[in-house]
């Protein structure tokens, strides 16, 4: 995945709060330009509680994304890529307050996170990815052997997904048998049309499933491709591409 930069993101909140102070700021004058500061005690909870909903129906909806998380080409994702529900929205925004709660510790989480996570997010387990939040995709989603014995060929990904390994009756990219470091269910690959992300699982293979930087993915525990990205199977030798 493709983590949005801390920077961005804190434009965003820039950006957010901008919005919102000017939409009170035009109430006040609007409905309360001579009461002082009995507006200010109405007003103030009432840019509290519209903050709140603006995350929440923001993140929640169908950009999950703010306006300022838009601009900045930023969407709040799950562990699949998939936009968030509302309830993990709400599940965020409690991890804000926390955090804000200890002097924003929880923010500042974020910098040591490889994944980019802050408190608000590891609580509601998203992540915050750049790029536009996309309904679906244009083409067909393909897998591509990029190197091996399979090295050309192009398999389209279905709804069901494929299964890549040495097994021909459980496998839809089958290997030769004499590639004795691919497990015979290797690993698993399927596309979710709501994000538009590749999701890459391990079958429990011997020898492993990496990611094209050599990181290793862990039994059981999916990770999100873009398209373009690629992954091998025990070694380089079977290296393939998504998109």
Not at 11 to 34: K, N, Q, R
Not at 72 to 80: E, I, P
Not at 138 to 146: A, F
Request: charged content about 10%.
């Amino acid at each position: 995945m493709n983590y949005g930069d801390l920077g961005k993101r804190f434009v965003a909140y820039l950006i957010d709060g901008a919005l919102i102070w000017l939409v009170t700021m035009i109430l006040y004058f609007l409905f309360f330009p001579f009461y002082g500061l009995v507006a200010g005690l109405v007003v103030s909870p009432i840019m509290f509680v519209a903050t709140i909903i603006y995350q929440i129906a923001m993140e929640g909806g169908g950009w999950h994304a703010t306006l300022g998380k838009r601009v900045m080409g930023l969407y709040v994702a799950s562990a699949d890529g998939s936009g968030i529900t509302y309830s993990k929205a709400v599940l965020r925004y409690i991890g804000k307050i926390l955090s804000g709660l200890i002097f924003g510790i929880g923010y500042i989480m974020g910098i040591f996170s490889e994944k980019k996570q802050c408190l608000h997010d590891l609580l509601a387990d998203t992540y915050v990815l750049s790029g536009a939040y996309s309904s679906g995709k244009s083409g067909s989603p393909r897998l591509v052997c990029i190197s091996g014995p399979l090295a050309g060929r192009s398999y389209p990904i279905t709804e069901k997904g494929l299964s890549i390994g040495r097994d021909g009756l459980s496998c839809q990219v089958v290997l030769p048998s004499t590639q004795t470091n691919v497990s015979r269910v290797h690993c698993y690959v399927t596309y979710n049309n709501a994000s538009g992300m590749y999701i890459l699982s391990d079958r429990n293979s011997s020898q492993g499933t990496f990611l094209a930087n050599g990181q290793q993915i862990p039994y059981s525990q999916p990770v999100a491709l873009s398209s373009g990205d690629s992954f091998y199977l025990a070694t380089t030798q079977n290296t393939f591409r998504v998109g």
